[in-house]
């Protein structure tokens, strides 16, 4: 089955899904938190998982177990999109699915003992925190487009993956960002789509680091990482619950409080990310100085123009 193909089904799969959507009512409806202002469908990346489905049957050369964990950690989203989960309950599959990706590559007996609690608390805050990323138009669709590219140049040069494991993401996202990156999107990913999608790319980083070594490529993460982890500590200050709905994110200070449109801001976070992998697969420096010359200057952005953009009366919470 050619690439054309397979896009022409998964563009049919989300028309079939809309209409799925608008039977069941599988809508977003906005509220006080929300960065959009239209009752929108949601749970649209579910095309994610499908394309990973795909994949496995079309080209087979990927594990079972990591399939398994991609469809459970992805159903188990899509349930808590409609009927909000306990948080206990999204943990424990999201442990069970960052273990089949540690299994598929071994790590239970050949990486260090003391490295596993490291690993689950990293590759779950990651995925965590691209869910809570996906707040506005574009965004989770644009910068996982820059992730799987970036990933397909590395995987020509270090070939560690199958290529049309990639390749199949980077079609889900054009899919994807045809419906949602517009000014009135047709459609939101909802947690199906940001968990899926986060789950798809650490499985490749994680398959990445296990063939060279280097964690650097965590880094391809970086943006998303600097605002989710200071907009944490930032609640933490404000003595807010961290799992409670907010606009506190820096993406969402740009599009809500400074009116930049959203697609403008999705379009500069992927495309900052995109800068910072141009000089990751570049730059010959050791992970510790790599993190420290990225992630450093990204956090003094954060700190500095942060309160300055914001209202007053979000600044007093």
Same mark, same amino acid.
């Given at each position: 089955?050619?690439?054309?193909?397979?896009?022409?089904?998964?563009?049919?799969?989300?028309?079939?899904?809309?209409?799925?959507?608008?039977?069941?009512?599988?809508?977003?409806?906005?509220?006080?938190?929300?960065?959009?202002?239209?009752?929108?469908?949601?749970?649209? &990346?579910?095309?994610?998982?499908?394309?990973?489905?795909?994949?496995?049957?079309?080209?087979?050369?990927?594990?079972?177990?990591?399939?398994?964990?991609?469809?459970?950690?992805?159903?188990?989203?899509?349930?808590?999109?409609?009927?909000?989960?306990?948080?206990?309950?999204?943990?424990?599959?999201?442990?069970?699915?960052?273990?089949?990706?540690?299994?598929?590559?071994? &790590?239970?007996?050949?990486?260090?003992?003391?490295?596993?609690?490291?690993?689950?608390?990293?590759?779950? &805050?990651?995925?965590?925190?691209?869910?809570?990323?996906?707040?506005?138009?574009?965004?989770?669709?644009?910068?996982?487009?820059?992730?799987?590219?970036?990933?397909?140049?590395?995987?020509?040069?270090?070939?560690?993956?199958?290529?049309?494991?990639?390749?199949?993401?980077?079609?889900?996202?054009?899919?994807?960002?045809?419906?949602?990156?517009?000014?009135?999107?047709?459609?939101?990913?909802?947690?199906? &789509?940001?968990?899926?999608?986060?789950?798809?790319?650490?499985?490749?980083?994680?398959?990445?680091?296990?063939?060279?070594?280097?964690?650097?490529?965590?880094?391809?993460?970086?943006?998303?990482?600097?605002?989710?982890?200071?907009?944490?500590?930032?609640?933490?200050?404000?003595?807010?619950?961290?799992?409670?709905?907010?606009?506190?994110?820096?993406?969402?200070?740009?599009?809500?409080?400074?009116?930049?449109?959203?697609?403008?801001?999705?379009?500069?976070?992927?495309?900052?990310?995109?800068?910072?992998?141009?000089?990751?697969?570049?730059?010959?420096?050791?992970?510790?100085?790599?993190?420290?010359?990225?992630?450093?200057?990204?956090?003094?952005?954060?700190?500095?123009?942060?309160?300055?953009?914001?209202?007053?009366?979000?600044?007093?919470?």
């Amino acid at each position: 089955m050619s690439f054309i193909v397979i896009t022409a089904v998964l563009f049919i799969a989300l028309l079939f899904y809309f209409r799925i959507a608008d039977k069941f009512n599988i809508i977003d409806k906005p509220n006080s938190r929300s960065s959009h202002t239209e009752v929108t469908i949601r749970g649209a &990346g579910i095309i994610f998982p499908l394309a990973i489905i795909i994949y496995a049957v079309v080209f087979g050369k990927v594990s079972f177990m990591l399939v398994g964990g991609a469809v459970l950690i992805s159903l188990i989203s899509f349930l808590d999109d409609l009927y909000t989960l306990p948080n206990r309950v999204r943990l424990m599959v999201q442990l069970l699915a960052v273990s089949s990706i540690i299994f598929v590559v071994d &790590g239970f007996s050949s990486w260090p003992l003391w490295s596993l609690p490291i690993i689950y608390v990293l590759f779950i &805050g990651c995925i965590n925190a691209y869910n809570f990323m996906d707040g506005i138009n574009g965004i989770t669709g644009l910068y996982s487009l820059v992730a799987f590219v970036s990933l397909l140049y590395v995987n020509s040069r270090v070939a560690f993956v199958d290529p049309p494991f990639i390749i199949l993401g980077i079609l889900a996202c054009l899919v994807f960002l045809f419906f949602n990156f517009r000014k009135r999107a047709k459609c939101f990913a909802g947690d199906v &789509g940001s968990v899926g999608v986060a789950f798809w790319l650490i499985s490749i980083i994680i398959m990445l680091i296990a063939a060279t070594r280097d964690f650097k490529y965590v880094l391809f993460l970086s943006v998303y990482g600097v605002d989710a982890i200071l907009t944490i500590v930032h609640r933490l200050m404000l003595r807010q619950n961290i799992f409670d709905a907010h606009r506190l994110h820096f993406y969402q200070i740009l599009a809500n409080d400074r009116n930049i449109p959203q697609l403008y801001v999705s379009t500069l976070y992927a495309a900052l990310q995109l800068l910072l992998n141009v000089i990751i697969v570049n730059a010959d420096l050791q992970f510790l100085m790599l993190f420290c010359l990225l992630n450093i200057p990204l956090c003094i952005l954060y700190v500095f123009l942060k309160p300055r953009f914001m209202k007053n009366h979000i600044l007093s919470r």
